[in-house]
């Protein structure tokens, strides 16, 4: 039987991850599943029971090798090769993503795509803007693997349905909206709004205790 990984462990990864590659640049080879809670903010039962979920790691006693869990952790994600990303939308947000993202080493942002023509054959940060209509010709030349929607709720269901026939698998929307999802489609939601409401939710909650 299968064991289901819970979704919160899969998103520590990310975590961890970082405060792996934060150990390695202060030199450290080693550390104890204790300081990598530490580090994360959480606890170290927790932390030995995420990686369980992937496999065995570390040293009894001794704790983990740094450089070998952050390889295996990129591999877990499937970060070890660059992700090849697109941006639907050039405006505000979708500037602020391309910018962002092309610092981060792993991931590759192809191109961005918007309908507004005087948008169309400008550069963001090194990226091309292309119309959106060229969308699934790009598709069938660089198959990008993740589209990052950062355009209104108006007429993202015809934005989604043109991103999974030109192949696309993983959306990213920014916009809160009930999306169906296309068969072979995995669609997940960032809203910013929401994770202020949840931060002022614990502030208010430390700031009672």
């Known amino acids: 039987m299968a064991i289901t990984i819970p979704e919160v462990s ?6 961890y991850l970082r405060c792996l590659r934060q150990a390695e640049a202060e030199g450290q080879e080693w550390v104890q599943s204790s300081d990598l809670a530490r580090t994360c903010g959480i606890s170290g ?6 990686l369980s979920y992937f496999g065995e ?3 009894r006693g001794k704790g983990y090798r740094v450089g070998e869990l952050s390889k295996a952790i990129e591999e877990i994600i499937g970060i070890n090769e660059p992700i090849r990303v697109i941006i639907v939308g050039a405006g505000n947000l979708g500037r602020a993503l391309i910018h962002h993202l092309k610092e981060i080493p792993y991931f590759k942002v192809l191109a961005a795509f918007d309908r507004n023509e005087k948008k169309i054959g400008k550069r963001i940060n ?3 803007v292309l119309p959106i209509g060229e969308i699934e010709g790009f598709y069938k030349k660089h198959a990008p693997q993740i589209a990052v ?6 007429g993202l269901q015809e934005t989604v349905n043109l991103l999974s026939r030109a192949g696309i698998k993983g959306i990213l929307s920014f916009a809160l909206q009930g999306i169906k999802a296309p068969p072979g489609v995995v669609i997940n939601y960032v809203e910013i709004a929401s994770e202020i409401e949840y931060l002022a939710y614990k502030i208010k909650k430390g700031s009672v205790a």
């Open 149 to 154: 929607l950062a355009i209104p709720p108006e």
């Open 57 to 59: 790691f570390g040293i």
């Open 45 to 50: 039962s927790l932390v030995r029971k995420d």
């Open 10 to 15: 899969i998103r520590r990864l990310s975590t």
């Open 126 to 128: 090194g990226v091309e």
